[in-house]
């Protein structure tokens, strides 16, 4: 049995996931395996035109900006380490 804490206590949030853990418990229960482990971080820039997150994106996925993201992104800690971008795109926002 495992235990999830939640960091948005939110009712409406509390109330469906009841919901959902007595249907799944109603319904006979789950089996659930860990395929991977791993820290996801996910945010998001709005740019001005939907081409210029396009460019932006392509420049990302480059060796160079990737070598330059990376750089920056691994001198925030002694630990942490940039691994791989994976970049969407939907109109105006790169996440």
Do not use: H
């Not at 109603?26 to 997150?53: E, F, H, K, N, Y």
């Not at 070598?67 to 795109?89: C, G, H, M, N, P």
């Amino acid at each position: 049995s495992f235990r999830f804490q939640w960091q948005q206590q939110k009712k409406s949030l509390v109330a469906s996931t009841n919901r959902g853990c007595r249907a799944i418990c109603l319904g006979g229960g789950a089996s659930s395996r860990i395929l991977a482990d791993g820290m996801t971080r996910g945010p998001v820039v709005r740019l001005p035109s939907a081409c210029q997150a396009a460019e932006v994106k392509a420049w990302l996925e480059s060796p160079e900006g990737f070598k330059i993201v990376k750089e920056a992104f691994d001198s925030t800690s002694r630990f942490a380490r940039l691994q791989k971008l994976l970049i969407s795109l939907a109109g105006r926002n790169l996440y």
